[in-house]
C-alpha cells in the first residue's frame, strides 16, 4: 500500500521556498542600487527614475541601456554608463549581482 501524500507539508515547503526566493530578489536588489551607487539618490529620484524607465517602450533606448547594463555586470567600467565609484568593478561586494529568472525557474 502507498504511503498518504502529506500536502500540507508539502504546500508549507512550496510556501517557505517562495518566501526565501522572495527574500533574496529584495536583497539583490538592494545590493544592485547600491553597486551601481543610485542609493546616493533620494527615494522619490530613484522610485521616478524607475517609474520612466519602465514606461520607456523605444526598443533602441533600452537596448541602450541593457547594453550598458551587461558591460556593468562585465566589469567594464569603460563602456558602462555608470559604474560603482566604490568599487571600480561595477558589481557590488559578495556577487551582488541580480540572478536571471531562469536560475529561479529551475528552483519550482
Do not use: C, I
Amino acid at each position: 500500500m502507498r504511503k498518504p501524500r502529506d500536502y500540507d507539508a508539502e504546500l508549507k515547503a512550496l510556501d517557505d521556498k517562495t518566501r526565501q526566493l522572495k527574500q533574496r530578489k529584495v536583497q539583490q536588489l538592494g545590493e544592485l542600487v547600491m553597486a551601481t551607487g543610485a542609493d546616493a539618490l533620494s527615494v522619490e529620484e530613484l522610485a521616478g527614475a524607475l517609474l520612466g524607465v519602465a514606461a520607456q517602450r523605444d526598443t533602441a533606448t533600452r537596448a541602450a541601456w541593457r547594453s550598458a547594463g551587461d558591460a556593468f555586470f562585465r566589469g567594464n567600467t569603460k563602456t558602462a554608463a555608470h559604474g560603482n565609484p566604490r568599487d571600480g568593478k561595477g558589481v557590488a561586494p559578495g556577487g551582488g549581482a541580480a540572478q536571471s529568472t531562469d536560475a529561479n525557474a529551475g528552483a519550482s
